[in-house]
């Protein structure tokens, strides 16, 4: 296929693209050249309006002036400035305001460049953590079935999701997995949280997974509050909370991966604050540069952090980890403008409000061929639908292909299509979504 950008031939043949079927989509590309609010341009021209807040990040919508003013402004007077051992302000500044946003207690910011970073950086903290108070004996991690915590290999180690690791050797040892949290045979089709099961699957991690495991030995269960990336995964009534009276009851670390489910996707701030339990440590990206400049953070509890204080010796290094862009000045700026916007547009506050509008389009899908669930919680959907006997997958990237040549970007796992939009969101882009899905669901073969 011959292609031209910018007067030239495109080649699209040297980038090895990720998580992307590669020869499949260089034979038929689909590219996109500019966006703006709640819509990308493709390459021919066409709107595409963006029913994934690109990959679950541009919470804010794209293009926000007040960011990319904030990130040219931190391009022409400070490009970078070395994290280890030195400092800039911008970092200092984006990690208050964060903080200052964080759930109630945790209150300390480590930044990372995405959120596989951040989960493998609260892993290690965790581990840290217990070793530094003599607690020598808890090694062991443990994640839950399907969950997802990036591809570097501590979170896949403790991620749930067969395909990201089998290819990938034993990975890190002293890591098991807790039961997931769908049960579609009570909870099909719930509108927000399902009612059925929720203390009965966290009273199972106790009386399954920690009786086999001795909870000494446990250092952190770590969890997605809203399993996303494996389809939408919406937790029962009361789960959440008992899960954290478990750990608390066994001297276990909870850690929350909030990387999709931060920044308001839930109609609050954070997952933590809609299901009214606090984790010890908070694992965030995507929504919080908005996606403009990558960018990721651990929150911690403050016992956490002076753990480390009060253990190391005077002038030792806390904590040896860190990256080269930790904190980055234009990924500091970014973050910092976005959490402004945040606040000062009521983003979360909007979210909140057009909730039921998305949760009633959502599930008015019920009924048409292949549709076995609907799920959704905040402005976040799940639809799962049949899958073609021996090619799993097939039918839903079918509607992804169909719903792109309309007009409508939307995002499959399997045959799952998750639905997470910029939360500027308007009514009249609800409806053309789900209008498009179902025209789509209604022929899909």
Not at 12 to 17: A, I, K, V
Not at 182 to 203: T, Y
Not at 210 to 233: K, M
């Amino acid at each position: 296929m011959s292609l031209q950008w910018n007067d030239a031939p495109l080649n699209l043949e040297p980038y090895w693209m990720p998580f992307t079927a590669n020869r499949q989509f260089k034979a038929a590309p689909r590219l996109l050249v500019s966006a703006q609010d709640m819509h990308f341009t493709d390459i021919d021209g066409r709107q595409i309006l963006d029913g994934t807040a690109g990959l679950w990040c541009v919470n804010a919508g794209h293009n926000r002036k007040p960011i990319t003013e904030a990130i040219q402004r931190q391009a022409g007077t400070l490009d970078y400035a070395p994290p280890f051992q030195m400092g800039h302000p911008e970092a200092f500044v984006a990690a208050e305001k964060l903080v200052q946003m964080a759930p109630k207690g945790l209150t300390r910011a480590f930044f990372t460049n995405s959120g596989s970073e951040s989960a493998d950086t609260a892993l290690k903290m965790a581990l840290a953590f217990h070793r530094m108070r003599g607690d020598v004996h808890r090694v062991k991690l443990l994640g839950r079935e399907r969950g997802y915590h990036g591809v570097n290999f501590g979170g896949i180690a403790v991620g749930g999701i067969a395909g990201n690791r089998k290819l990938f050797g034993t990975g890190l040892a002293g890591v098991d997995h807790i039961g997931h949290t769908h049960d579609p045979a009570r909870n099909a089709f719930s509108q927000g949280e399902p009612e059925h099961g929720g203390v009965e699957m966290a009273n199972a991690v106790e009386a399954r997974m920690l009786a086999l495991h001795d909870p000494s030995t446990v250092a952190a269960i770590i969890v997605e509050p809203v399993a996303g990336s494996t389809g939408v995964l919406v937790p029962p009534k009361g789960y959440l909370k008992r899960l954290r009276e478990i750990c608390d009851k066994h001297g276990i670390l909870l850690i929350f991966d909030e990387v999709i489910t931060g920044f308001g996707r839930l109609g609050r701030a954070w997952a933590a604050d809609r299901f009214e339990v606090t984790p010890d440590i908070v694992t965030c990206a995507k929504g919080l540069s908005n996606g403009a400049v990558p960018m990721g953070a651990v929150l911690v509890k403050e016992n956490i952090y002076q753990g480390f204080m009060e253990a190391a010796a005077a002038g030792a290094i806390e904590f040896p980890h860190g990256y080269t862009y930790s904190g980055h000045p234009l990924a500091a700026a970014a973050a910092s403008a976005t959490l402004d916007l945040y606040r000062e547009d009521g983003l979360f506050e909007r979210a909140a409000a057009l909730e039921h509008y998305w949760q009633e389009a959502a599930h008015s899908l019920r009924g048409l061929p292949h549709v076995k669930d609907v799920r959704n919680l905040g402005l976040v959907a799940g639809i799962e639908l049949e899958s073609i006997p021996g090619q799993v997958g097939k039918r839903a990237f079918s509607a992804f292909l169909q719903a792109f040549e309309q007009g409508v970007l939307i995002r499959v796992t399997g045959d799952i299509i998750a639905l997470s939009p910029p939360l500027i969101i308007e009514k009249a882009h609800i409806d053309q979504l789900f209008g498009t899905l179902q025209q789509i669901l209604g022929r899909l073969e």
